[in-house]
């Protein structure tokens, strides 16, 4: 479970929203999730970021950031401001990948950004159904994968388990972008914490 991204697929405690931006470094990408100018709560683990979360008064969010590979990212917690934000996450060739758990409102959502739009962004398991500036920008990739035929069908058994469906897709993601995010450091790791989103 320390390459790629496929394992969010089988792990029950995925609950942050995952923002990744490459060609910003960690603190840029905070402040373009809305991060508040002062309110720095240092370094924190997991547990300690959704307590802040908890307390924190509508619209805000905890952001724990750092980078891995090629990107930077950000674990949100709380409210998220990586869906709402990719297109000004994803200005100034910057790339920017938005994953979304969705814990109470399934399915799961990828939204992939570049020169200030949303270039696609759909469901896993929902990949028929795509949306944003290009929305056939990954059809080439989802067909190679076995996901979806090339006229944007579904290709993947009928009675496949939801996680099996995810995971093919996140091992699809992690493949095309170069995505890689080890579960310590969503999970355990002491990570620079912003408070994002306040209005």
């Known amino acids: ?16 929203g995952l923002t990744f931006a490459r060609g910003i470094d960690p603190e840029e990408l905070a402040a373009r999730l809305g991060a508040v100018p002062g309110l720095r709560p240092g370094d924190l ?4 970021a959704w307590s802040l979360a908890m ?11 750092g980078t891995w590979g090629d990107w930077s990212f950000a674990v949100e917690h709380g409210a998220p401001a990586g869906a709402d934000l990719l297109a000004e996450i994803g200005r100034d ?3 920017a990948v938005h994953l979304d758990p969705q814990p109470d409102h399934p399915p799961r959502q990828f939204w992939y950004a570049r020169d200030g739009a949303v270039v696609c962004c759909f469901g896993l398991g929902e990949e ?8 056939d920008f990954l059809l ?11 006229d944007g069908t579904d290709a993947r058994p009928e009675h496949e388990p939801d996680d099996d469906r995810a995971r ?10 170069g995505l890689s995010l080890p579960r310590r450091l969503v999970a355990e790791a002491l990570l620079p914490a ?5 209005n």
Do not use: N
């Not at 028929?128 to 929305?135: A, E, S, T």
């Not at 080439?140 to 090339?150: D, F, K, M, R």
């Not at 912003?194 to 306040?198: I, M, S």
């Open 1 to 16: 479970m320390e390459h790629g991204i496929a394992w969010l697929a089988d792990w029950p405690d995925w609950y942050a």
């Open 45 to 48: 683990g997991a547990s300690d």
């Open 93 to 95: 060739g910057t790339e």
């Open 128 to 135: 028929v159904w795509r949306g944003g500036h290009q929305p």
């Open 140 to 150: 080439p990739e989802l067909v190679s994968a076995g996901i979806l035929h090339p």
């Open 55 to 65: 307390d924190a008064v509508d619209g805000e969010g905890v952001a724990r950031v």
């Open 194 to 198: 912003f408070v994002t989103g306040a």
């Open 168 to 177: 093919r897709t996140l091992t699809m993601l992690e493949d095309r972008f």
